[in-house]
């Protein structure tokens, strides 16, 4: 009787070491208790993960707040969890309920500043830090 190893990837037994590197991409922005939850999401575009959304009135569906929109959306109502493709359709997406950011990792929409979503967010709950840098001030 012949025994036949089979292997698997990357065996625990074989000498050798890796490592990861975790690059926070700094949107959380302060140690507030983070809410979320799941909401529909359209638009016919990709949306990263911070990205500042609206809500459409009449359907209570959500996009990238634009000012040029005139349908709810143009007022911003949650921050985006993680990218969604809404390229084929509305699908459900994370949205952030409550918690705070950082205004320079959010992703606004044409014609909404940050003092207009910072406004509009924290009576959703959602707060706007302006970090400041740690850099050496010489």
Known sequence: MTLTPTLYGDTPWAPGITADIFVPDQLIGGDMKIVTDTRTISGGAIYARGTVLGQITATGVLTQALS??????????????????????????????????????????????????????????????SPVSSADPS
């Open 68 to 129: 040029a929109s005139s349908d709810g959306s143009q007022v911003p109502y949650t921050i985006l969890v993680d990218q969604v493709d809404t390229t084929s359709g509305p699908v459900p997406g994370g949205v952030y309920l409550q918690g705070e950011f950082n205004g320079n990792a959010l992703i606004l929409g044409t014609g909404i500043t940050l003092a207009a979503a910072k406004a509009a967010l924290e009576a959703r709950n959602l707060f706007i830090k």
